[in-house]
Protein backbone atom coordinates (compact mmCIF):
# COMPACT_ATOMS: atom_id res chain seq x y z
CA UNK A 1 0.00 0.00 0.00
CA UNK A 2 1.17 3.75 -0.58
CA UNK A 3 0.20 6.72 0.90
CA UNK A 4 0.35 9.85 -0.08
CA UNK A 5 -0.25 13.15 1.21
CA UNK A 6 0.43 16.55 -0.84
CA UNK A 7 1.04 19.91 0.45
CA UNK A 8 1.57 23.29 -1.45
CA UNK A 9 -1.33 24.92 -3.34
CA UNK A 10 -3.59 28.11 -2.20
CA UNK A 11 -4.35 31.60 -3.66
CA UNK A 12 -2.16 32.67 -6.36
CA UNK A 13 -2.72 36.10 -8.56
CA UNK A 14 -2.64 35.23 -12.16
CA UNK A 15 0.93 34.92 -14.02
CA UNK A 16 2.47 33.65 -10.52
CA UNK A 17 3.68 30.27 -8.76
CA UNK A 18 3.06 27.91 -6.75
CA UNK A 19 4.56 24.68 -6.19
CA UNK A 20 3.02 21.18 -5.19
CA UNK A 21 4.62 18.73 -2.87
CA UNK A 22 3.69 15.07 -2.99
CA UNK A 23 5.01 12.67 -0.09
CA UNK A 24 4.82 8.94 -0.49
CA UNK A 25 4.53 6.54 2.44
CA UNK A 26 4.77 2.66 2.69
CA UNK A 27 6.42 0.50 -0.25
CA UNK A 28 7.34 2.44 -3.35
CA UNK A 29 8.72 0.18 -6.32
CA UNK A 30 11.30 2.13 -8.77
CA UNK A 31 9.52 1.62 -11.80
CA UNK A 32 6.32 3.39 -10.22
CA UNK A 33 4.97 6.21 -11.82
CA UNK A 34 4.73 9.59 -10.19
CA UNK A 35 2.22 12.29 -11.43
CA UNK A 36 -0.22 14.88 -11.01
CA UNK A 37 -4.11 15.06 -12.12
CA UNK A 38 -6.53 17.78 -11.63
CA UNK A 39 -10.11 18.25 -11.54
CA UNK A 40 -12.11 21.58 -12.19
CA UNK A 41 -15.52 22.02 -11.18
CA UNK A 42 -17.74 20.31 -13.60
CA UNK A 43 -14.54 18.81 -15.51
CA UNK A 44 -13.46 15.41 -15.79
CA UNK A 45 -10.09 14.44 -14.26
CA UNK A 46 -7.22 15.33 -16.16
CA UNK A 47 -3.85 14.22 -16.15
CA UNK A 48 -1.30 17.60 -15.59
CA UNK A 49 2.00 15.87 -16.06
CA UNK A 50 3.90 12.56 -15.02
CA UNK A 51 7.55 11.17 -14.12
CA UNK A 52 8.18 7.52 -14.80
CA UNK A 53 11.16 5.41 -12.50
CA UNK A 54 13.45 5.97 -15.57
CA UNK A 55 12.85 9.77 -15.01
CA UNK A 56 10.54 10.36 -18.17
CA UNK A 57 8.12 12.78 -18.27
CA UNK A 58 4.63 13.63 -19.56
CA UNK A 59 2.59 16.60 -19.48
CA UNK A 60 -0.73 17.81 -20.67
CA UNK A 61 -0.54 20.21 -23.44
CA UNK A 62 -2.38 22.82 -21.82
CA UNK A 63 0.63 23.01 -18.98
CA UNK A 64 3.84 22.52 -21.68
CA UNK A 65 6.34 25.11 -21.10
CA UNK A 66 4.76 26.24 -18.11
CA UNK A 67 4.77 23.17 -14.90
CA UNK A 68 7.72 21.30 -14.13
CA UNK A 69 7.42 17.70 -12.78
CA UNK A 70 10.25 16.17 -11.05
CA UNK A 71 11.29 13.49 -8.50
CA UNK A 72 13.33 13.62 -5.24
CA UNK A 73 16.78 10.81 -5.69
CA UNK A 74 14.66 8.72 -3.31
CA UNK A 75 12.03 8.40 -5.44
CA UNK A 76 9.20 8.73 -2.95
CA UNK A 77 8.36 12.64 -3.22
CA UNK A 78 7.47 14.07 -6.39
CA UNK A 79 6.89 17.84 -6.92
CA UNK A 80 5.29 20.10 -9.14
CA UNK A 81 6.36 23.19 -10.21
CA UNK A 82 3.81 25.72 -11.75
CA UNK A 83 4.70 28.94 -13.38
CA UNK A 84 2.82 31.36 -15.40
CA UNK A 85 -0.74 30.78 -13.65
CA UNK A 86 -3.70 31.22 -15.73
CA UNK A 87 -7.36 30.97 -14.01
CA UNK A 88 -7.79 28.41 -15.82
CA UNK A 89 -5.51 26.06 -14.18
CA UNK A 90 -7.83 26.95 -10.58
CA UNK A 91 -8.47 23.46 -10.19
CA UNK A 92 -7.91 20.40 -7.42
CA UNK A 93 -5.00 18.66 -7.73
CA UNK A 94 -4.19 15.55 -6.94
CA UNK A 95 -1.17 13.06 -6.72
CA UNK A 96 -0.77 9.90 -8.07
CA UNK A 97 0.79 6.97 -8.06
CA UNK A 98 0.36 4.46 -10.83
CA UNK A 99 1.82 1.01 -10.55
CA UNK A 100 2.27 -1.53 -13.23
CA UNK A 101 2.93 -5.34 -12.19
CA UNK A 102 3.54 -8.38 -14.46
CA UNK A 103 2.47 -11.34 -13.31
CA UNK A 104 -0.40 -13.74 -15.83
CA UNK A 105 -1.18 -10.04 -17.05
CA UNK A 106 -0.68 -7.00 -16.87
CA UNK A 107 -1.87 -4.93 -13.46
CA UNK A 108 -2.38 -1.53 -13.01
CA UNK A 109 -2.53 -0.28 -9.57
CA UNK A 110 -3.54 3.65 -8.87
CA UNK A 111 -3.00 5.23 -5.31
CA UNK A 112 -4.21 8.73 -4.83
CA UNK A 113 -3.52 11.53 -2.68
CA UNK A 114 -6.40 13.47 -0.63
CA UNK A 115 -6.47 16.77 -3.47
CA UNK A 116 -4.67 20.55 -2.82
CA UNK A 117 -6.60 23.83 -4.43
CA UNK A 118 -4.92 25.97 -6.15
CA UNK A 119 -7.21 29.08 -6.97
CA UNK A 120 -5.43 31.45 -9.93
CA UNK A 121 -7.45 34.47 -9.57
CA UNK A 122 -6.90 38.27 -9.23
Known amino acids: QVQLVESGGGLVQPGGSVRLSCAAS????????MGWYRQAPGKQRELVAR???????TYADSVKGRFTITRDNAGKTVYLQMNSLKPEDTAVYYC????????????????WGQGTQVTVSS
Open 96 to 111: NVLRVVYKTARHEYDY
Open 26 to 33: GSMFPTDA
Open 51 to 57: IRGGGST
